[in-house]
């Protein structure tokens, strides 16, 4: 069977312009990040060859991932993944703890994906009262987390791309440092691409 999906993505174009971003394992706007964990590779690059690109294509999830820092496409990756055990709501299933959100936070946002969260309805058409205050448990978690804009006022520094990746390599540290109110507090140094914090995030 043949599917037009370019003809789609014109026609749709045609009628809604540039208020829609259409997303496929082929963009054109977003491209599925390869997995449905909500995990986007490390480092996750924005730009991709859209002409290496297949809907459908299995073979190419590690490149979806990671996406192509020399890519001739500007696609931005986007994470799809549930709140709960599956996409659909089932009785017996419960949303995912509050720490496995926010791992999945920084392994998509904290990797230059958008994160789409999918919270399915129940049996009687609305969204669960525990999804619901998980969401809000989640929201206030970011809120708090990212209150203090660690960037504001710093200095970034501009370096090839050959000494950027070593220095990431050798300088980035994630260390785990006593136990908080609410769980781990995390130290992060991303002396690689210029930033440079030492503060302690409290999760």
Request: proline fraction near 5%; hydrophobic fraction near 35%; glycine fraction near 10%.
């Amino acid at each position: 069977m043949t599917y037009y999906f370019e003809d789609w993505f014109s026609i749709t174009k045609q009628l809604r312009g540039s208020i829609i971003n259409i997303f496929s394992d082929a963009g054109p706007d977003i491209r599925w990040v390869g997995d449905e964990q909500g995990a986007a590779g490390d480092p996750c690059w924005s730009p991709i060859n859209r002409t290496s690109l297949q809907i459908g294509n299995a073979s190419l999830e590690s490149y979806l991932n990671t996406g192509d820092p020399r890519g001739t496409d500007w696609v931005p990756p986007e994470c799809d993944v549930s709140i709960r055990p599956g996409w659909f709501w089932h009785e017996s299933e419960k949303p995912k703890p509050l720490r496995q959100l926010l791992d999945i936070y920084y392994k998509s946002v904290g990797r230059n994906c958008v994160l789409l969260l999918n919270v399915p309805p129940n049996s009687s058409g609305l969204v669960s009262d525990a999804d619901v205050e998980r969401l809000k448990e989640f929201r206030r978690a970011i809120d708090k987390i990212f209150e203090k804009d660690l960037a504001r006022g710093g200095i970034a520094k501009a370096c090839s791309e050959g000494e950027a990746s070593m220095a990431a390599s050798r300088q980035r540290t994630f260390s785990m440092g006593t136990k908080g109110r609410t769980g781990r507090r995390r130290r992060i140094r991303k002396d690689g691409i210029g930033l440079s914090c030492g503060s302690w995030i409290r999760l």
